[in-house]
Nanobody, 123 residues
Framework: VQLQASGGGLVQAGGSLRLSCKAS????????MGWFRQAPGKEREFVAN????????RYADSVKGRFTISRDNAKNTVYLQMDSLKPEDTAVYYC?????????????????WGQGTQVTVSS
């Protein structure tokens, strides 16, 4: 059972990045998928999620209109397109999976975590 995140990096403010998370070892379509992030000295926070078969998505207010989550069930992969990045988006981004019907926005309800990928936005 594994979630392998990739796509992080260093980008200037206003730029874009696309994160990917490849799932393996479990039935991908049985899980809602999401992204959380954790900045230094702060708690891990919800960013976005997408239900099992899409297209219902939810976003944190801080990223609404700038980030887009999507999933490709044929590839067992979830994506996070991040546009108009700001320095305050700097964090380690974690892919997450939960079996809930509505998608978890709290870390307490996450069943599986990926290893995290660093996103750094310079001003």
């Amino acid at each position: 059972v594994q979630l392998q995140a990739s796509g992080g990096g260093l980008v200037q403010a206003g730029g874009s990045l696309r994160l990917s998370c490849k799932a393996s070892g479990f039935t991908f379509t049985s899980y809602a998928m999401g992204w959380f992030r954790q900045a230094p000295g702060k708690e891990r926070e919800f960013v976005a999620n997408i239900l099992r078969n899409g297209p219902i998505t939810r976003y944190a207010d801080s990223v609404k209109g700038r980030f887009t989550i999507s999933r490709d069930n044929a590839k067992n992969t979830v994506y996070l397109q991040m546009d108009s990045l700001k320095p305050e988006d700097t964090a380690v981004y974690y892919c997450a999976a939960d079996r809930g019907l509505t998608g978890a926005q709290s870390t307490s309800y996450i069943d599986l975590w990926g290893q995290g990928t660093q996103v750094t936005v310079s001003s």
